[in-house]
């Protein structure tokens, strides 16, 4: 697809790949069988593969789940249901190429090289006799899957590539801010009570505050929205489809959340976003630098995986907060 066609509405599908699909075309598989922010940071990387190799079928070995943003990337042909570090369901011949976007190894090279690939791109690992590029600690994520692909077919990746094709889906409520208090565990989520004050302080601006989340964070959402003293209607927390989430998202005037997945899509459709980090880094997951995006937080070293706030996110105030979400507001004439 022609980098063109990325200012235009995404509608197209994306076969899922079964049993009977044939072709004479040559195979790529790409397998990043992550979460929602994993995949969104790959885009740039996949896009380098789809011009490095524009004769072959780009299949990403991906979550099901994912499937409404795969068209958005503009580059995938077909997505293989995969989960994280499982078997592939791979019963055609080997692909041509592999590419390992997912880990450092060895466990992720495993599974690429138990589906036979004629030629295994990943970063080195001496355990399974893998070749490539060393795996560098604290490097951007953006950075690392686009270096991994460079080192395969130079010129092909660019870090800046991280743009979305606009959703078809149309947003449920276009303009609003939205406040976005979960995380995938409690370490990376900024206290309830903080982030009404912020939802409070944007609630008085007039404009939509929307509360969003997971179906399992509804209620981590309602205590926010009941705290800021908000409508019930302001919460959509598992009231919404991953693309209409990022059709929200597409067309809102600014995106308040921890670091997790949806700040990846604020960042895939430049809407202004203010990122709270701790236990993770900006520097290996934040935003590129912006005057549309503000990353606050010095994580870095602690466990994002960890049951209890981390330090580096407890430090961030709520006027810190509020400061960036009027900076820019004022920026984005909102």
């Known amino acids: 697809m022609a980098e063109s066609s990325l200012n235009q509405s995404a509608g197209a599908h994306v076969a899922i790949l079964d049993e009977d699909e044939q072709g004479g075309r040559p195979v790529a598989l790409a397998y990043r069988a992550l979460n929602l922010g994993d995949l969104l940071t790959a885009v740039p990387a996949l896009r380098g593969l789809r011009r490095a190799l524009p004769r072959h079928r780009l299949v990403l070995a991906t979550k099901p789940g994912l499937r409404p943003l795969i068209p958005l990337i503009g580059a995938v042909d077909e997505l293989l249901p995969a989960d994280e ?4 369901r791979w019963p055609w011949p080997g692909p041509d190429v592999a590419v390992d976007l997912h880990g450092r190894g ?13 030629r295994l791109v990943a970063f080195a690992a001496p355990e399974v006799a893998v070749e490539g590029p060393p795996w560098r600690p604290g490097e951007h994520e953006v950075r690392r899957w686009c270096r991994l692909v460079e080192w395969a077919w130079p010129g092909s990746a660019f870090t800046h590539d991280l743009a979305l094709l606009r959703p078809a889906t149309p947003a449920a409520v276009p303009g609003a801010v939205i406040v976005h208090p979960g995380a995938a565990a409690p370490a990376r989520r900024w206290p309830v009570e903080r982030f009404a004050e912020v939802a409070r302080f ?8 929307l509360i969003t989340g997971s179906a399992a964070e509804v209620e981590l959402a309602e205590a926010v929205r009941a705290a ?11 009231a919404t489809s991953l693309d209409e989430l990022a059709a929200l998202v597409a067309d809102a005037r600014l995106l308040v959340s921890n670091d997790t997945g949806v700040a990846h899509v604020a960042t895939a459709f430049r809407t202004p976003s203010v990122v709270l980090f ?4 900006a520097a290996e997951w934040g935003p590129p630098p912006s005057d549309r995006h503000i990353a606050l937080g010095d994580g870095g070293g602690g466990d994002p995986h960890g049951t209890v706030l981390d330090p580096a996110l407890a430090r961030i ?7 960036a979400a009027e900076a820019l ?3 984005s004439g909102g």
Do not use: F, K, N, Y
Request: with cysteine.
């Open 317 to 323: 105030q709520v006027d810190d907060v509020v400061a």
């Open 329 to 331: 507001l004022r920026c």
């Open 106 to 118: 060895p466990e992720s090279h495993r599974v690429l090289l138990g589906i036979e690939p004629r």
């Open 85 to 88: 570090l499982c078997p592939l």
């Open 278 to 281: 701790g236990p993770t880094s």
């Open 202 to 209: 944007l609630a008085r601006t007039g404009r939509p505050v």
């Open 228 to 238: 800021a003293d908000l409508p019930r209607s302001a919460v959509l927390a598992g």
